[in-house]
């Protein structure tokens, strides 16, 4: 994703330099083959999606998501093409430098505006313009997807004082249009303990 005009003037904090980012995408192939012949009985493609966006401007997060999308869209829609690729799942992960206030208990929510005031910073949005993206282009939130769920998604910044979820991992069937019910669907969703980086990673058991 590189940089754009306008991109520096995207939200309300100073900044002398925006850095380009990486929307890096990828096909699996999980068919499963008949032991007899080596014949492929069941062919299954999964596209997976990574990123990291920019850590200082929701408007700009939001613009480089709306730009990963398109691209998985341009990608879906090739006619040149097998018509199968367009009907695999996608998963979304990577650090969205983004949270939301209903992903949060109430002193966690605390917590997040108190260190906003210390910093001196306006207040934090409640919602996300990246997740709302998501949402809106067919993808669903995995910790949510998994039927027996915490009531809140654990924070996974930072290690040494873990405040928010802003590391995310977003699922769709088939985007657009969805299939009539889920072909892909969130058995595990959880939080890693390590402390390899400043941010706790995140994994999800899948069930295709």
């Known amino acids: 994703l590189e940089t754009q005009e306008g991109d520096m003037n995207l939200g309300s904090q100073e900044r002398s330099f925006v850095d380009p980012r990486a929307f890096s995408m990828a096909t699996i192939n999980l068919s499963s083959s008949n032991k007899d012949d080596d014949s492929v009985v069941e062919e299954q493609l999964v596209g997976i999606c990574c ?15 709306q730009r990963g999308l398109a691209e998985i869209m341009a990608s879906t829609n090739d006619k040149t093409k097998k018509s199968k690729l367009a009907k695999m799942p996608w998963v979304i992960c990577g650090d969205l ?4 206030k209903s992903d949060c208990s109430s002193d966690g929510w605390k917590a997040i505006v108190n260190m906003y005031e210390e ?49 995310h991992m977003w699922i769709s069937d088939d985007p657009p249009p969805n299939h009539e019910k889920p072909v892909m669907t969130v058995t595990q969703y959880e939080r890693f ?16």
């Open 51 to 65: 990123t990291h966006l920019d850590h200082k401007s929701e408007e700009l997060r939001e613009k480089q998501m």
């Open 97 to 100: 430098n983004t949270f939301q």
């Open 193 to 208: 303990e390590s402390k390899a980086s400043d941010h706790f990673p995140i994994w999800i058991d899948l069930e295709i």
């Open 119 to 167: 910093n001196n910073w306006s207040s934090p949005p409640e919602t996300s313009l990246v997740l709302k993206a998501l949402e809106n282009g067919g993808f669903r939130d995995a910790f949510y997807d998994v039927h027996n769920h915490k009531v809140h998604p654990d924070p996974t910044c930072w290690t040494h004082k873990p405040l928010m979820r802003i590391d």
